[in-house]
């Protein structure tokens, strides 16, 4: 069974700071890995996804790296701002099933 | 970009009663629709798969007597809550699969927030 964890499970940065969020998946078996934002009791946006042949993926300020065999991605913002608060969440697909993370609450300060 | 829509956005219900939850893909044919739970400070757990005109497939340890999941066509998915209890109060999402399978590209709805009293 799939496992996906996230560490830290919470982070406060000062405005301007660069951070990396981690994910990791027990069962490398995956089609992709995609990251997602999600604000206080709202949905999910979607922000990068990896399919697995592929080593990362960038949108902005954001860099997400994938290490299918050994289980890793890491999410790197850049230069936070206040704007980026919010629960990230990492999730891999595996058949037609996405598996979750525990998620990663950041708070930006200014 | 896709759209997928969910009705109601809140519900607040009595102990006992049934509640249902529409999800809907506004401007792609979804054959796969997928329900999830969300407990507070926790992650999205997949609650059960639906395929357009077939039973649904749900993930162990969740009741499909209790949650029961239509998906009469290929925009449409509908999960009800039968004899809600305090306990299933959460956040409820569904997403909507297109392309092969429906899995390889999910696109989430924005959640239903079911408080049973």
């Known amino acids: 069974k799939q496992e996906v964890t996230q560490i830290p499970a919470a982070l406060s940065v000062p405005e301007g700071e660069n951070l990396v969020l981690n994910c990791s998946f027990t069962?490398?078996?995956?089609?992709?890995l995609q990251w997602f934002r999600q604000d206080p009791g709202k949905g999910l946006t979607s922000l990068l996804l990896?399919?697995?042949?592929?080593r990362e993926q960038t949108s902005g300020r954001l860099n997400a790296s994938l290490d299918k065999s050994s289980g890793r991605s890491t999410l790197y913002i850049a230069a936070s701002q206040p704007g980026d608060s919010a629960t990230y969440l990492c999730?891999?697909?595996?058949?037609?099933?996405?598996?979750f993370g525990t998620g990663t609450q950041l708070k930006v300060e200014l | 970009g896709a759209v997928v829509s969910q009705h109601p956005s809140w519900v607040i219900c009595k102990s006992g009663t049934s509640v249902k939850i529409e999800c809907r893909s506004l401007?792609?044919?979804?054959?796969?629709m997928f329900w999830y739970r969300q407990f507070p400070k926790q992650s999205l757990m997949l609650m059960a798969t639906?395929?357009?005109?077939?039973?649904?497939?749900?993930e162990q340890g969740v009741e499909k007597d209790k949650f029961l999941i239509n998906h009469a066509s290929l925009t449409l998915s509908t999960l009800t809550v039968t004899s809600a209890h305090p306990e299933d109060s959460s956040f409820y999402i569904c997403?909507?699969?297109?392309?092969?399978?429906?899995?390889?590209?999910?696109?989430f709805g924005p959640g239903t927030r079911l408080l049973v009293l």
């Open positions: 639906s395929n357009e005109g077939s039973k649904a497939t749900y």
């Open positions: 990896i399919q697995s042949s592929q």
């Open positions: 069962d490398s078996a995956i089609y992709n």
């Open positions: 997403s909507a699969g297109e392309g092969a399978g429906g899995g390889e590209t999910q696109y």
């Open positions: 401007d792609f044919q979804a054959t796969t």
């Open positions: 999730a891999v697909r595996g058949g037609n099933k996405l598996t």
